[in-house]
C-alpha cells in the first residue's frame, strides 16, 4: 500500500486535522462523555431488560402480543 493509496491520503489528512486542533479537543472529549452517559448509564437505569430469563419462544410471543396490543 503506497503513499499515493486514496485511503491513506484520507487517513492523513484527519490525522493531521485532529493533531492541530486545540479547543476541538475539549469539545469532541464532551461529546463523547455526553454519548458515555447517553448509552451507558441511562439505558441501565431507564431501559429494564424485559427479556431476562426467557426463553426464545417466550421472547417472541411477548413481542407479538406487544405488537398487537399497541394497534388497539
Known sequence: MGKTN???RVWAFYRDGF???T???TLWAL???KL???FAILKV???PNQFRGLS???RSM???ENLSRTGE
Open 56 to 58: 426464545a419462544e417466550e
Open 6 to 8: 486514496v485511503f491513506y
Open 36 to 38: 458515555f452517559i447517553m
Open 45 to 47: 437505569f431507564f431501559f
Open 23 to 25: 479547543i476541538g479537543r
Open 62 to 64: 411477548t413481542v407479538i
Open 19 to 21: 493533531r492541530s486542533m
Open 31 to 33: 461529546i463523547l462523555i
